[in-house]
């Protein structure tokens, strides 16, 4: 499956940044995707760079897009089955700028800590 899922990653990224000439869908990245055993679903996980009016922008062209997209993964691919696409947004990298920000943020109260206390 992990094979399957990587396979459909770069296809529908290349497809997204080649063939779409949405302008929606212009700061899209796919980051993964992941197909049922039985390869009748695959949810695509894809990050907007953007606001969320972007956001919501990029992921309704991208469900417009779906036809387009199950074909070429259909043409790209040799499965027995194309799996109907769903497309979600991917917090996992919101999620990390935002622990690496507060990381970052802690680190800077420690340092002025460290001088007070060095200074005392």
């Known amino acids: ?24 869908v212009n700061m899209v990245t796919v980051n993964s ?20 009016d972007a956001r919501d922008d990029a992921l309704r062209a991208l469900r417009r897009a779906h036809g387009y997209l199950q ?9 027995k089955h194309t799996p ?12 990390g700028l935002r622990i690496a920000a507060l990381l970052d943020a802690d680190a800077d109260d420690d340092d002025g800590r460290e001088i007070r206390e060095s200074s005392d």
């Not at 109907?84 to 999620?95: A, I, M, N």
């Open 84 to 95: 109907t696409l769903t497309f979600e947004y991917d917090e996992s990298v919101e999620k």
């Open 33 to 52: 995707v992941e197909t049922s055993p039985d390869l009748h679903h695959a949810k695509v996980f894809v990050t907007v760079f953007g606001d969320e």
């Open 1 to 24: 499956m992990r094979r399957v899922n990587e396979v459909m990653r770069q296809v529908l990224g290349d497809a997204i940044t080649s063939d779409l000439n949405d302008p929606r």
């Open 71 to 79: 074909g070429k993964v259909a043409q790209e691919t040799s499965m």
